[in-house]
């Protein structure tokens, strides 16, 4: 079973910044935060992965929580070609071909 | 520089068949992995090789095989096929086991249909 928890769906209006929330409660020391997105009828696209600091590259940024029980993917400036699902995963870094994918959360980008 | 070549890209096959799907990594890729999706759901893991070594294996039937090939290149076996493997079989590729980034690079896919 995926260690992760997302809202099934959002939305967000073009041009905004997207928040996508993950909770991982039950994350080990030494697993990392993976996020992907799955563009309709395409393959998964990695996004940015992190362990406890906040990250940023030049798709997202990635806000891990000090506890590590929660992550937020901020997409700064969304358009309609980030409408897609996004999964967040947990996995240990040796794993990481062995993803765990739950049902992530189909956001919806609006004009 | 080509990503993660999958083919055939659409196939229809009938129960009982058998099917082989392929797959090129990124060039200096040595880690293949398989997975399978189901419409509406997220990919599940099937395999994993690297350096032609099954490395990893789901929670599949023996029905699924798979192997890597010298270049690094993989094919997924199924036999016996059934209604319920119709779904969309994902490749990926990474450069090792637990590469400098940990991302995994996917290919665009080969849909299955069983009739």
């Known amino acids: 079973d995926a260690k992760t928890t997302q809202p099934p769906s959002m939305d967000c209006a073009e041009g905004r910044a997207a928040n996508l929330p993950c909770n991982h409660s039950?994350?080990?020391?030494?697993?990392?935060v993976y996020w992907y997105r799955q563009i309709h009828s395409q393959g998964p696209q990695y996004i940015i992965h992190?362990?406890?600091n906040n990250e940023t590259n030049e798709m997202a940024s990635l806000i891990i929580t000090e506890d590590r029980k929660s992550s937020t993917l901020i997409l700064p400036h969304a358009t309609l070609r980030d409408t897609a699902v996004y999964y967040c995963?947990?996995?240990?870094?040796?794993?990481?071909?062995?993803?765990?994918f739950g049902s992530g959360t189909r956001l919806s980008i609006r004009p | 520089d080509a990503g993660v070549t999958q083919s055939p890209t659409h196939l229809i096959k009938t129960r009982g068949q058998h099917v082989t799907l392929r797959c090129s990594p990124i060039?200096?890729?040595?880690?293949v992995s398989w997975y399978q999706q189901v419409l509406g759901q997220g990919p599940q893991f099937i395999f994993q090789?690297?350096?032609?070594?099954?490395?990893g294996r789901g929670n599949f039937p023996d029905r699924f095989s798979a192997r890597q090939f010298p270049n690094y290149s993989s094919e997924l076996n199924v036999n016996a096929l059934l209604l319920g493997d119709s779904a969309l079989y994902l490749c990926?590729?990474?450069?090792?086991?637990?590469?400098?980034?940990?991302?995994?690079?996917f290919g665009e896919g080969s849909r299955l249909t069983v009739l």
């Open positions: 990926a590729s990474r450069p090792g086991l637990a590469g400098t980034t940990g991302e995994l690079f």
């Open positions: 039950t994350i080990s020391g030494n697993e990392y």
């Open positions: 992190g362990l406890k």
């Open positions: 995963i947990v996995l240990l870094y040796s794993s990481a071909s062995k993803i765990i």
């Open positions: 060039s200096g890729h040595k880690s």
């Open positions: 090789y690297y350096e032609k070594e099954e490395r």
